[in-house]
Protein backbone atom coordinates (compact mmCIF):
# COMPACT_ATOMS: atom_id res chain seq x y z
CA UNK A 1 0.00 0.00 0.00
CA UNK A 2 3.13 2.31 1.19
CA UNK A 3 4.84 1.58 -2.07
CA UNK A 4 1.68 2.36 -4.61
CA UNK A 5 1.46 5.47 -2.72
CA UNK A 6 5.17 6.30 -3.11
CA UNK A 7 4.55 5.33 -7.04
CA UNK A 8 1.61 8.09 -7.37
CA UNK A 9 3.37 10.35 -5.93
CA UNK A 10 6.67 10.25 -8.00
CA UNK A 11 4.42 9.72 -11.20
CA UNK A 12 2.68 13.08 -10.03
CA UNK A 13 5.77 14.81 -9.68
CA UNK A 14 6.75 13.84 -12.64
CA UNK A 15 3.88 14.55 -14.54
CA UNK A 16 3.95 18.16 -12.56
CA UNK A 17 7.79 18.27 -13.96
CA UNK A 18 6.97 18.02 -17.02
CA UNK A 19 4.22 20.76 -17.29
CA UNK A 20 6.82 23.21 -15.79
CA UNK A 21 9.57 22.31 -18.30
CA UNK A 22 10.33 25.23 -20.70
CA UNK A 23 10.11 22.95 -23.09
CA UNK A 24 6.94 21.40 -22.59
CA UNK A 25 4.89 24.31 -20.99
CA UNK A 26 2.26 24.77 -23.26
CA UNK A 27 2.74 22.27 -25.56
CA UNK A 28 -0.88 21.38 -27.50
CA UNK A 29 -3.02 19.75 -26.51
CA UNK A 30 -6.15 17.75 -27.78
CA UNK A 31 -9.34 19.26 -26.01
CA UNK A 32 -12.29 18.09 -28.91
CA UNK A 33 -14.61 15.40 -26.77
CA UNK A 34 -16.96 14.88 -30.32
CA UNK A 35 -15.50 12.17 -32.00
CA UNK A 36 -17.40 13.19 -34.94
CA UNK A 37 -16.42 16.61 -34.96
CA UNK A 38 -14.14 16.99 -37.65
CA UNK A 39 -10.10 17.56 -36.70
CA UNK A 40 -8.10 19.94 -37.67
CA UNK A 41 -5.36 18.94 -40.38
CA UNK A 42 -2.28 17.60 -38.95
CA UNK A 43 -0.11 20.32 -40.78
CA UNK A 44 -1.17 23.72 -41.06
CA UNK A 45 0.36 26.94 -42.30
CA UNK A 46 3.27 28.19 -39.89
CA UNK A 47 2.59 31.81 -40.46
CA UNK A 48 3.58 34.08 -37.34
CA UNK A 49 5.75 30.78 -35.95
CA UNK A 50 6.18 27.23 -35.73
CA UNK A 51 3.80 26.39 -32.56
CA UNK A 52 0.57 28.37 -34.62
CA UNK A 53 0.99 25.30 -37.36
CA UNK A 54 0.79 22.78 -34.77
CA UNK A 55 -2.86 21.16 -33.87
CA UNK A 56 -4.68 22.20 -30.47
CA UNK A 57 -3.98 24.80 -27.52
CA UNK A 58 -0.88 26.29 -28.21
CA UNK A 59 -0.34 28.64 -24.74
CA UNK A 60 2.95 29.24 -22.34
CA UNK A 61 2.65 29.87 -18.77
CA UNK A 62 4.70 32.14 -16.45
CA UNK A 63 4.67 31.43 -12.91
CA UNK A 64 1.60 33.14 -11.88
CA UNK A 65 0.13 33.10 -14.98
CA UNK A 66 -4.29 32.44 -14.69
CA UNK A 67 -4.81 29.16 -16.46
CA UNK A 68 -6.97 28.97 -19.94
CA UNK A 69 -10.89 28.61 -19.65
CA UNK A 70 -11.13 24.50 -20.14
CA UNK A 71 -12.40 22.65 -23.16
CA UNK A 72 -16.13 23.18 -21.94
CA UNK A 73 -15.77 27.19 -22.07
CA UNK A 74 -13.97 27.26 -25.22
CA UNK A 75 -15.30 25.00 -27.41
CA UNK A 76 -14.96 26.86 -30.71
CA UNK A 77 -12.99 24.90 -33.31
CA UNK A 78 -9.94 27.53 -33.82
CA UNK A 79 -9.23 30.81 -31.49
CA UNK A 80 -6.80 33.40 -31.10
CA UNK A 81 -5.82 36.29 -29.06
CA UNK A 82 -3.09 38.55 -29.24
CA UNK A 83 -1.72 41.66 -28.53
CA UNK A 84 -2.68 44.14 -30.66
CA UNK A 85 0.09 46.82 -29.64
CA UNK A 86 2.93 43.98 -30.32
CA UNK A 87 1.35 41.08 -33.09
CA UNK A 88 2.08 38.80 -29.74
CA UNK A 89 0.05 36.27 -29.52
CA UNK A 90 -0.72 35.27 -26.19
CA UNK A 91 -2.44 31.56 -26.84
CA UNK A 92 -4.45 29.81 -29.47
CA UNK A 93 -6.03 26.94 -31.32
CA UNK A 94 -5.33 25.50 -34.51
CA UNK A 95 -5.57 29.05 -35.65
CA UNK A 96 -4.71 28.23 -39.70
CA UNK A 97 -7.05 25.76 -39.89
CA UNK A 98 -8.90 26.89 -42.97
CA UNK A 99 -12.76 27.12 -42.65
CA UNK A 100 -16.14 29.50 -43.65
CA UNK A 101 -15.46 32.73 -42.38
CA UNK A 102 -18.67 33.68 -42.83
CA UNK A 103 -19.50 37.88 -42.78
CA UNK A 104 -16.36 37.95 -41.14
CA UNK A 105 -14.53 38.45 -44.15
CA UNK A 106 -16.30 41.38 -44.82
CA UNK A 107 -13.12 42.69 -43.21
CA UNK A 108 -11.25 41.88 -46.11
CA UNK A 109 -13.92 43.56 -48.61
CA UNK A 110 -13.68 46.60 -46.63
CA UNK A 111 -9.74 46.70 -46.51
CA UNK A 112 -9.74 45.98 -50.20
CA UNK A 113 -12.52 48.40 -50.91
CA UNK A 114 -12.88 50.88 -48.52
CA UNK A 115 -9.66 53.40 -49.70
CA UNK A 116 -11.62 53.94 -52.81
CA UNK A 117 -14.39 55.75 -52.01
CA UNK A 118 -15.05 59.48 -50.31
CA UNK A 119 -17.48 58.80 -47.70
CA UNK A 120 -19.46 61.81 -49.38
CA UNK A 121 -19.59 59.88 -53.48
CA UNK A 122 -23.14 58.74 -53.98
CA UNK A 123 -24.68 56.06 -55.89
CA UNK A 124 -28.22 55.53 -57.56
CA UNK A 125 -28.80 51.87 -56.68
CA UNK A 126 -29.10 49.96 -60.34
CA UNK A 127 -31.10 46.47 -60.23
CA UNK A 128 -27.71 44.60 -61.25
CA UNK A 129 -26.23 46.05 -58.46
CA UNK A 130 -28.17 43.73 -56.38
CA UNK A 131 -27.87 40.29 -58.41
CA UNK A 132 -26.57 37.25 -57.46
CA UNK A 133 -26.60 38.07 -53.56
CA UNK A 134 -27.19 34.41 -51.87
CA UNK A 135 -30.67 32.75 -50.39
CA UNK A 136 -31.86 34.08 -47.30
CA UNK A 137 -28.59 36.40 -47.45
CA UNK A 138 -28.47 39.55 -44.41
CA UNK A 139 -29.75 42.18 -45.71
CA UNK A 140 -30.01 46.42 -44.53
CA UNK A 141 -32.61 47.15 -46.84
CA UNK A 142 -30.78 49.15 -50.04
CA UNK A 143 -33.89 49.99 -52.76
CA UNK A 144 -33.37 50.03 -56.30
CA UNK A 145 -33.43 53.42 -58.27
CA UNK A 146 -32.68 55.17 -55.03
CA UNK A 147 -29.26 56.71 -54.19
CA UNK A 148 -27.36 56.23 -51.12
CA UNK A 149 -23.79 57.81 -49.80
CA UNK A 150 -20.94 55.20 -49.69
CA UNK A 151 -21.06 56.45 -46.31
CA UNK A 152 -24.32 55.25 -45.97
CA UNK A 153 -23.45 51.48 -47.62
CA UNK A 154 -20.30 51.00 -45.46
CA UNK A 155 -22.75 51.56 -42.57
CA UNK A 156 -25.43 48.74 -44.16
CA UNK A 157 -21.54 46.57 -44.26
CA UNK A 158 -20.86 46.96 -40.79
CA UNK A 159 -23.94 47.47 -38.61
CA UNK A 160 -26.02 44.99 -40.36
CA UNK A 161 -23.62 43.12 -42.37
CA UNK A 162 -26.13 43.81 -45.21
CA UNK A 163 -25.02 41.77 -48.36
CA UNK A 164 -27.32 44.25 -50.60
CA UNK A 165 -24.27 46.65 -49.15
CA UNK A 166 -21.31 44.40 -50.17
CA UNK A 167 -22.57 43.75 -53.76
CA UNK A 168 -23.57 47.56 -54.18
CA UNK A 169 -20.22 48.48 -53.36
CA UNK A 170 -18.72 45.82 -55.91
CA UNK A 171 -20.53 47.48 -58.35
CA UNK A 172 -19.12 51.01 -57.48
CA UNK A 173 -15.83 48.75 -57.65
CA UNK A 174 -16.04 47.09 -61.36
CA UNK A 175 -17.97 44.41 -60.41
CA UNK A 176 -18.33 41.40 -57.89
CA UNK A 177 -15.62 39.03 -60.08
CA UNK A 178 -13.24 41.82 -60.18
CA UNK A 179 -13.52 42.76 -56.44
CA UNK A 180 -13.48 39.04 -55.71
CA UNK A 181 -9.62 39.20 -57.28
CA UNK A 182 -8.59 42.19 -56.02
CA UNK A 183 -9.61 40.81 -52.48
CA UNK A 184 -7.43 37.72 -52.96
CA UNK A 185 -5.01 39.69 -54.22
CA UNK A 186 -4.91 42.30 -50.94
CA UNK A 187 -5.32 38.83 -49.10
CA UNK A 188 -1.96 37.74 -50.14
CA UNK A 189 -0.48 41.26 -49.73
CA UNK A 190 -1.34 40.58 -46.07
CA UNK A 191 0.34 37.47 -45.91
CA UNK A 192 -3.47 36.21 -45.33
CA UNK A 193 -2.27 32.68 -47.20
CA UNK A 194 -5.11 30.76 -45.51
CA UNK A 195 -8.17 32.71 -47.41
CA UNK A 196 -8.98 32.07 -50.92
CA UNK A 197 -12.47 34.69 -51.78
CA UNK A 198 -15.23 33.51 -53.65
CA UNK A 199 -17.63 35.81 -52.87
CA UNK A 200 -16.96 39.26 -51.62
CA UNK A 201 -19.96 39.22 -48.80
CA UNK A 202 -18.59 35.95 -46.90
CA UNK A 203 -21.39 34.40 -47.95
CA UNK A 204 -20.92 30.33 -48.23
CA UNK A 205 -19.61 29.01 -51.32
CA UNK A 206 -17.51 25.95 -52.40
CA UNK A 207 -13.68 26.70 -51.19
CA UNK A 208 -14.42 29.96 -49.72
CA UNK A 209 -12.96 29.46 -46.41
CA UNK A 210 -10.38 31.69 -44.04
CA UNK A 211 -8.08 31.30 -40.31
CA UNK A 212 -8.66 32.91 -37.13
CA UNK A 213 -5.24 33.96 -37.63
CA UNK A 214 -6.43 35.68 -41.17
CA UNK A 215 -9.37 37.37 -39.78
CA UNK A 216 -6.73 38.97 -37.17
CA UNK A 217 -4.97 40.59 -39.77
CA UNK A 218 -7.63 41.57 -41.88
CA UNK A 219 -8.61 43.10 -38.48
CA UNK A 220 -5.20 45.06 -38.02
CA UNK A 221 -5.14 46.02 -41.05
CA UNK A 222 -8.60 47.20 -41.61
CA UNK A 223 -7.89 49.59 -38.28
CA UNK A 224 -4.90 51.66 -39.47
CA UNK A 225 -7.88 53.26 -41.77
CA UNK A 226 -10.35 56.25 -39.69
CA UNK A 227 -12.73 55.38 -41.62
CA UNK A 228 -12.90 51.84 -40.77
CA UNK A 229 -12.40 52.22 -37.25
CA UNK A 230 -15.76 54.66 -37.10
CA UNK A 231 -17.59 52.03 -39.04
CA UNK A 232 -16.83 48.98 -36.74
CA UNK A 233 -17.32 50.78 -33.78
CA UNK A 234 -20.93 52.53 -33.94
CA UNK A 235 -23.46 50.41 -32.41
CA UNK A 236 -26.57 52.29 -33.97
CA UNK A 237 -27.46 54.99 -36.87
CA UNK A 238 -30.48 56.08 -38.94
CA UNK A 239 -30.48 54.40 -42.59
CA UNK A 240 -32.14 56.01 -45.58
CA UNK A 241 -35.31 54.24 -46.66
CA UNK A 242 -38.15 55.33 -48.98
CA UNK A 243 -39.22 58.51 -50.94
CA UNK A 244 -42.75 59.76 -49.05
CA UNK A 245 -45.13 61.19 -51.16
CA UNK A 246 -43.67 65.00 -50.47
CA UNK A 247 -40.47 63.06 -52.14
CA UNK A 248 -38.33 63.63 -48.35
CA UNK A 249 -36.59 60.36 -47.65
CA UNK A 250 -38.07 58.58 -44.63
CA UNK A 251 -35.08 56.55 -42.34
CA UNK A 252 -35.00 53.79 -40.29
CA UNK A 253 -33.07 52.74 -37.11
CA UNK A 254 -30.41 50.00 -37.57
CA UNK A 255 -28.48 48.38 -34.53
CA UNK A 256 -24.98 46.56 -34.98
CA UNK A 257 -25.06 42.98 -34.63
CA UNK A 258 -21.69 42.64 -32.59
CA UNK A 259 -23.40 41.32 -29.44
CA UNK A 260 -19.99 42.37 -27.43
CA UNK A 261 -20.85 46.04 -29.11
CA UNK A 262 -24.27 46.70 -28.96
CA UNK A 263 -25.67 43.46 -26.51
CA UNK A 264 -28.75 41.76 -26.50
CA UNK A 265 -30.75 40.23 -24.02
CA UNK A 266 -28.82 37.73 -22.96
CA UNK A 267 -25.25 39.23 -23.19
CA UNK A 268 -23.97 42.66 -22.01
CA UNK A 269 -21.81 44.59 -24.30
CA UNK A 270 -18.49 44.06 -23.18
CA UNK A 271 -15.99 46.79 -21.12
CA UNK A 272 -13.94 48.61 -23.94
CA UNK A 273 -15.10 46.71 -26.73
CA UNK A 274 -14.14 48.74 -30.01
CA UNK A 275 -15.42 46.79 -33.11
CA UNK A 276 -14.76 44.83 -35.48
CA UNK A 277 -16.88 42.45 -36.72
CA UNK A 278 -19.33 39.14 -36.61
CA UNK A 279 -20.74 36.51 -38.95
CA UNK A 280 -23.17 33.45 -39.19
CA UNK A 281 -23.19 30.95 -41.84
CA UNK A 282 -24.61 27.27 -41.92
CA UNK A 283 -21.12 26.39 -43.25
CA UNK A 284 -19.17 28.85 -40.41
CA UNK A 285 -21.53 28.58 -37.65
CA UNK A 286 -20.99 31.63 -35.53
CA UNK A 287 -17.38 33.87 -36.35
CA UNK A 288 -16.63 36.57 -34.37
CA UNK A 289 -13.05 39.16 -34.30
CA UNK A 290 -13.07 41.70 -31.60
CA UNK A 291 -10.98 44.58 -30.43
CA UNK A 292 -11.00 45.43 -26.71
CA UNK A 293 -9.19 47.70 -24.31
CA UNK A 294 -7.80 47.89 -21.06
CA UNK A 295 -6.00 50.38 -19.36
CA UNK A 296 -2.95 50.57 -21.47
CA UNK A 297 -3.78 47.41 -23.40
CA UNK A 298 -5.07 46.67 -26.24
CA UNK A 299 -6.45 42.79 -27.12
CA UNK A 300 -8.00 41.32 -30.63
CA UNK A 301 -9.50 37.99 -30.18
CA UNK A 302 -11.22 35.71 -33.23
CA UNK A 303 -13.61 32.88 -32.55
CA UNK A 304 -14.03 30.38 -35.03
CA UNK A 305 -17.19 27.68 -35.13
CA UNK A 306 -18.08 27.03 -31.22
CA UNK A 307 -19.14 23.56 -31.18
CA UNK A 308 -21.66 24.92 -28.30
CA UNK A 309 -25.02 25.33 -29.70
CA UNK A 310 -25.81 28.17 -27.02
CA UNK A 311 -27.51 31.94 -28.03
CA UNK A 312 -24.62 34.16 -28.70
CA UNK A 313 -21.81 31.39 -27.92
CA UNK A 314 -19.07 33.19 -30.15
CA UNK A 315 -19.66 35.93 -28.43
CA UNK A 316 -19.34 34.15 -24.85
CA UNK A 317 -16.09 32.31 -25.80
CA UNK A 318 -14.15 35.72 -27.28
CA UNK A 319 -15.55 37.59 -23.82
CA UNK A 320 -13.50 34.64 -22.01
CA UNK A 321 -10.74 34.45 -23.87
CA UNK A 322 -10.29 38.61 -23.50
CA UNK A 323 -11.00 38.23 -19.66
CA UNK A 324 -8.13 35.81 -19.42
CA UNK A 325 -5.75 37.64 -21.88
CA UNK A 326 -6.10 40.90 -19.98
CA UNK A 327 -5.22 39.14 -16.70
CA UNK A 328 -2.27 37.48 -18.67
CA UNK A 329 -0.81 39.23 -20.96
CA UNK A 330 2.56 40.03 -18.92
CA UNK A 331 2.35 36.18 -17.93
CA UNK A 332 2.82 34.36 -20.82
CA UNK A 333 5.86 33.66 -23.13
CA UNK A 334 4.05 34.60 -26.61
CA UNK A 335 3.38 31.60 -29.06
CA UNK A 336 3.75 33.33 -32.18
CA UNK A 337 3.02 36.79 -34.22
CA UNK A 338 0.29 38.60 -36.24
CA UNK A 339 2.73 39.68 -38.88
CA UNK A 340 2.44 42.67 -41.24
CA UNK A 341 2.22 42.87 -44.96
CA UNK A 342 4.57 41.65 -47.37
CA UNK A 343 5.78 45.37 -47.87
CA UNK A 344 6.81 45.76 -44.23
CA UNK A 345 7.28 42.27 -43.02
CA UNK A 346 9.85 39.28 -44.35
CA UNK A 347 6.97 37.31 -46.29
CA UNK A 348 7.04 34.38 -44.19
CA UNK A 349 6.43 35.57 -40.47
CA UNK A 350 7.23 32.30 -39.45
CA UNK A 351 10.37 33.01 -36.93
CA UNK A 352 10.31 35.92 -34.67
CA UNK A 353 7.42 35.81 -32.09
CA UNK A 354 9.02 38.65 -30.09
CA UNK A 355 7.81 41.34 -32.22
CA UNK A 356 10.84 41.84 -34.48
CA UNK A 357 11.14 45.16 -36.29
CA UNK A 358 11.36 44.65 -39.98
CA UNK A 359 11.89 47.12 -42.88
CA UNK A 360 9.66 49.54 -43.18
CA UNK A 361 7.10 48.34 -40.88
CA UNK A 362 7.32 50.49 -37.90
CA UNK A 363 7.91 53.84 -39.90
CA UNK A 364 4.85 52.95 -42.48
CA UNK A 365 2.74 52.15 -40.00
CA UNK A 366 3.30 54.79 -37.40
CA UNK A 367 2.93 57.73 -40.51
CA UNK A 368 -1.18 56.23 -41.46
CA UNK A 369 -1.77 56.41 -38.16
CA UNK A 370 -0.46 60.16 -37.73
CA UNK A 371 -2.48 60.45 -40.59
CA UNK A 372 -6.09 59.81 -38.99
CA UNK A 373 -5.46 63.68 -37.18
CA UNK A 374 -4.79 64.38 -33.37
CA UNK A 375 -8.51 64.96 -32.71
CA UNK A 376 -9.28 61.05 -33.31
CA UNK A 377 -11.31 59.14 -30.36
CA UNK A 378 -8.48 56.09 -31.00
CA UNK A 379 -5.33 55.96 -29.75
CA UNK A 380 -2.90 55.47 -32.82
CA UNK A 381 0.16 54.36 -31.74
CA UNK A 382 3.11 52.80 -33.74
CA UNK A 383 2.57 48.60 -34.30
CA UNK A 384 5.00 46.47 -35.56
CA UNK A 385 3.81 44.43 -39.14
CA UNK A 386 1.38 47.54 -39.59
CA UNK A 387 -1.76 47.57 -37.09
CA UNK A 388 -3.47 49.83 -35.02
CA UNK A 389 -5.14 49.75 -32.16
CA UNK A 390 -8.38 51.91 -30.12
CA UNK A 391 -9.52 53.59 -27.10
CA UNK A 392 -12.34 51.55 -25.02
CA UNK A 393 -13.92 55.17 -24.79
CA UNK A 394 -15.22 54.76 -28.14
CA UNK A 395 -17.58 52.33 -27.17
CA UNK A 396 -18.12 54.25 -23.71
CA UNK A 397 -19.40 56.86 -25.95
CA UNK A 398 -21.92 54.76 -27.85
CA UNK A 399 -23.22 53.10 -24.69
CA UNK A 400 -23.57 56.34 -23.12
CA UNK A 401 -25.53 57.52 -26.45
CA UNK A 402 -27.74 54.58 -26.53
CA UNK A 403 -28.57 54.55 -22.46
CA UNK A 404 -29.83 58.41 -23.42
CA UNK A 405 -32.57 57.10 -26.10
Same mark, same amino acid.
Given at each position: ?22 ? $? ?122 ? &????? $? ?48 ? &? ?18 ? $? ?40 ? &? ?48 ? &? ?90
Amino acid at each position: MRRGRTLRAAAALAVSGLLTSPL $LAGTAYADQKDPKAPAPPAKMSQIGGERLGTPGVQVQLKPGAPKLPGPDALTARSWIVSDAATGKVLAAKNPHWQLAPASTLKMLFADTVMPKFPKNQKHTVKPADLAGMGVGSSLVGIKENLT &YTVHD $LWLGVFLRSGNDAVHTLSAMNGGTKATVSQMQRHAKELNANDTHVVTPDG &YDAPGQVSSAYDLSLFARAG $LRNADFREYCSTASAQFPGDKGKDGKRATFGIQNTNRLLSGD &YDIKPYPGIAGVKNGSTTNAGSTFTGMAQRGDRKLLVTVMHPEKAVHNEA &YREAAKLLDWGFAAADKVEPVGRLVGPRSEDDGTGAVSTQGKRHKGGQGSTQAALDSTGSGSTWTAVGITGGAVVVLGAVALVVRRRRAAK
